[in-house]
């Protein structure tokens, strides 16, 4: 199938001509035929291209082709844009679909939509991955503080107490900085923070520095734990 796909393009057919030819002759999978039209040279965006034509399938199932055959989030990203005209929306959940990383994926808003970390923030949760997955994300791809990644998260629709749980796992952040975020970003009042925090697993010294030091809360103000 790869000599066929070799000697076709070769010969000046066009991608979509190949695949077909490929895929009849050789009874090929749509695996198959990804594999010969990548071997035979053509971009992604042709491969991704060929296939549609060939198959039709949807862009999930083009997704974990593209996926199959070794390309990584940001290629199969490029790949879907241009054979489908797909949102970054839909290249999102279409990749979340065939299973590339959060981080992956983040990578793959900036690079071929040049989105900023709040809009990829949004775009990935909206693709359905976990908070905590999508705080990975904002941190190795977009290098974003605990507290930026806190805002991040509050844009995309994160519930505070998740938000609290991604800035303490994802960045170490402390007790301070998850309260001041808690305050500042969803607008909560001292003991709804005070119950996140504790929720998320601060110890109680932590939450007592936390409480004064965000809601200048004086000592007295503080339950025991």
Partial sequence: AKGVAIAMKGAGYAVNQVAGAVKSAFN????????ALKGAGYAVNDVAKGLKSAYN???????????GIGYGATDAAKGLKSAYNASSQAVATALKGAQYAATDVAGAM?????????????????AGYAVDDVGKGLKSIYKLSAGAAGTALHCAGY??????????????ASADAVASTMKSVYKLGGDAAKSILKGVGYA??????AMGSAFNWAKKHLNPY
């Fill in 204 to 209: 109680g010294s932590a939450i007592d520095h």
């Fill in 110 to 126: 900036k690079s071929v939509w040049n989105l900023s970390a709040n809009e990829a923030a949004k775009i990935l949760k909206g």
């Fill in 159 to 172: 519930a505070a107490s998740q938000t609290a749980d991604a800035m303490k796992s994802v960045f170490n």
């Fill in 57 to 67: 399938s949807s862009t999930k199932a083009m997704a974990t082709v593209l996926k």
């Fill in 28 to 35: 090929a999978s749509e695996h198959a035929l990804g594999v």
